[in-house]
């Protein structure tokens, strides 16, 4: 299918892919073709005999920079696959870029060309590659977290699952993707599945009540409890979003009562 969200991975480790996305709901997906999936070699584009990527930082130092040129041919040649489409958004993942959130996953997946996903190895690529495709096609960096990866592979393949289990028809339940962890701004409320009790720990009675307003009321609860204990972060930013939703709704009220008065 042409038209599917199309994910290109630069890499020097093409084997590391489909990895864990050939299983589970990516892979489900993939093999049904709502999405398509492929690894570039970025040795493939080195322009010497020995195959050489990178080379030794100007200024010296330790380890190995990806050198410019050969990165470059390895974009433009994922560029090539997407001829007549949309750009897709290109991606340098590093742990210099921007933390990754559902909000950027959700317009990565909104994307209808799809993601250009390079991945770094060594002491990362040549900035000035970076900075060129920046300018020329609006490259984003992307970090998974404050932490050093060995590669941006595993970023990739985080990043990649993340984006596909939000396009349509990959989930079965679309009321799923709205309803968990941060799309509400809540973490997401405690489930439980047989038996009722377990090493005499008892399931909550009112998720065996039937009584589906009550079963809402409490899983707001208890989203909101986890949420306070564990993230106060998030319950901050919840909290005054609902504040201020609440002054907007009682606002509109209130002049409409002054009216009357
Ligand atoms: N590559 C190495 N570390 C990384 C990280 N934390 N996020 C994204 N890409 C990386």
């Not at 199309?6 to 590391?16: G, I, K, N, S």
């Not at 490259?139 to 590669?151: A, C, K, Q, R, T």
């Not at 009550?214 to 005054?240: C, F, G, L, M, V």
Request: proline share 5%.
């Amino acid at each position: 299918m042409t038209s599917a969200w199309r994910a290109t991975v630069l890499t020097l480790f093409p084997e590391m892919f489909p990895g864990p996305l050939a299983h589970s709901i990516a892979g489900k997906a993939l093999a049904h073709q709502k999405w398509c999936l492929d690894a570039i070699n970025i040795r493939d584009f080195a322009k010497d005999k020995h195959n050489t990527v990178d080379d030794t930082p100007y200024g010296g130092g330790a380890g190995l920079v990806m050198m410019a040129d050969v990165v470059h041919g390895a974009l433009c040649a994922a560029e090539t696959l997407y001829e007549g489409k949309a750009s897709p958004q290109y991606i340098y993942v590093t742990p210099r870029g921007a933390p990754l959130t559902q909000a950027i996953v959700r317009t990565l997946s909104q994307n209808p060309s799809g993601i250009v996903v390079l991945c770094g190895r060594y002491e990362g690529v040549d900035d000035r590659l970076v900075e060129y495709w920046r300018e020329e096609k609006g490259l984003i960096e992307i970090s998974l977290g404050d932490y050093v990866l060995s590669g941006g592979e595993m970023a990739a393949l985080t990043l990649i699952d993340a984006c596909v289990r939000l396009l349509p028809g990959v989930l079965i339940k679309e009321e799923a993707k709205t309803s968990e962890s941060f799309e509400l701004d809540l973490l997401e409320f405690s489930q439980y599945s047989k038996p009722r009790i377990w090493q005499n720990k008892v399931v909550p009675e009112v998720l065996l009540s039937g009584d589906h307003s009550k079963i809402a009321a409490w899983r707001q609860k208890s989203a909101e409890q986890i949420t306070k204990e564990r993230r106060p972060d998030i319950w901050k930013a919840y909290d005054n979003q609902r504040a201020s939703t609440k002054r907007t709704q009682s606002g509109k009220g209130g002049s409409f009562a002054a009216k009357g008065d």
